[in-house]
């Protein structure tokens, strides 16, 4: 098929790749202009430009895709589909259109649970027992078209976001590939009213830990920020990011460092804390960090 391609980050390149690969024509790549980044805050192309461009492929990066002749551009390619995957931009109806086929989204959950921008992060901090990636055909809402394929994963006791993003952009080049080879015969299924959920951004005012909550919901979180924003705490005047956690024994003060492990008391139960983050410097398993800081049982993490 002529495809156009449209995704940003590290999650959308696997199913660019898998695309190229099944023999696809990709026609043109749609990704987000580069931004300032690293110290001499110079523009950085988004990963997804910067595998388009070694693979030869045309790269465009609109600002936005609202202006006519932006949209015919679009139009102009003569695309069977568009594959859309975390792109980051809305696509009007012109563009949704354009298409012979309409745009397909790759979307990191099992639909309607986890509607919006950050599906994979929400699902570990809910506590959700698995999650999956949709297919989507999309429409002018949020995240609310027919699903063409769905596959579901369980999700680890100790899994961070990131470990499950890999898994799910991995499974969505494969679903995507598929949904390709049997569009034709494929039927849409409506997404049900019931069970909808929707996965805001993820606010760094949301990263700081509270002790007093449940063992449980601290775990949760540390596991759902890692490795980005990263949850955090306060020692020795210093702020520290948790990269992972796991529930373990224990009782004391929210707060309570209560071993040589790094256990952690909590309002109910107790975390063990297994890897860690210094600012400015690389993470560490957490006999590493203890090397390089004391935390020593009794004392209190802020």
């Not at 069977?80 to 745009?103: E, K, N, Q, S, T």
């Not at 983050?277 to 560490?284: L, N, P, S, Y």
Request: proline residues 8%; charged residues 20%; contains cysteine.
């Amino acid at each position: 098929m002529r495809v156009i391609f449209m995704g940003t980050p590290a999650f959308s390149v696997p199913a660019l790749d898998a695309l190229v690969a099944a023999g696809h024509e990709v026609v043109a790549v749609y990704s987000q202009p580069p931004r300032p980044a690293g110290r001499g805050k110079r523009p950085r192309p988004s990963p997804v430009q910067a595998r388009a461009e070694a693979l030869g492929l045309l790269v465009r990066h609109p600002e936005s895709l609202k202006r006519p002749e932006t949209q015919a551009e679009f139009a102009a390619l003569g695309a069977d589909v568009a594959v859309v995957v975390a792109y980051g931009l809305i696509l009007p109806r012109a563009v949704l259109d354009a298409p012979r086929m309409g745009c397909l989204n790759i979307h990191a959950s099992l639909l309607p649970r986890w509607r919006g921008a950050a599906p994979i992060h929400r699902a570990i901090m809910a506590g959700d027992a698995e999650t999956g990636v949709c297919i989507m055909a999309m429409e002018a809402g949020l995240d609310t078209g027919p699903v063409l394929l769905r596959e579901a994963v369980a999700i680890g006791a100790t899994e961070t976001t990131g470990q499950l993003h890999d898994r799910l952009s991995a499974l969505g080049a494969r679903l995507i590939v598929e949904a390709l080879a049997r569009l034709d015969t494929l039927a849409p299924e409506p997404q049900p009213e019931a069970g909808v959920t929707y996965a805001a951004r993820i606010d760094k005012a949301e990263a700081r830990i509270d002790w007093a909550r449940p063992a449980g919901q601290v775990d949760r979180l540390i596991r759902g920020l890692s490795p980005f924003p990263g949850a955090w705490f306060e020692a020795g005047g210093e702020r520290i990011k948790v990269l992972g956690s796991c529930l373990a024994e224990g009782s004391g003060a929210p707060g309570e460092v209560l071993d040589d492990a790094l256990t952690v008391a909590c309002g109910a139960g107790a975390v063990r804390l297994l890897r860690l983050q210094r600012a400015g410097r690389a993470a560490q398993d957490a006999p590493e960090f203890l090397r390089g800081m004391s935390l020593a049982p009794g004392t209190y993490l802020g």
